[in-house]
């Protein structure tokens, strides 16, 4: 979806804060998914 030129500006910073927010979120989940298939070849 395109963003109208006015809300342009509130969108970006938002959608930072959102995407950190996201990425971090994967970050945490890929880790405990990596971890947990870790843990199960190692059994």
């Not at 809300?7 to 880790?31: H, K, M, N, P, Y």
Request: glycine share 14%; proline share 5%; with cysteine.
């Amino acid at each position: 979806r395109a963003p109208s030129p006015a809300r342009e500006g509130r969108e970006e910073s938002s959608g930072c804060a959102c995407i950190g927010r996201q990425t971090f979120d994967l970050i945490v989940v890929g880790a405990g998914i990596v971890g947990a298939a870790c843990a199960d070849a190692a059994a």
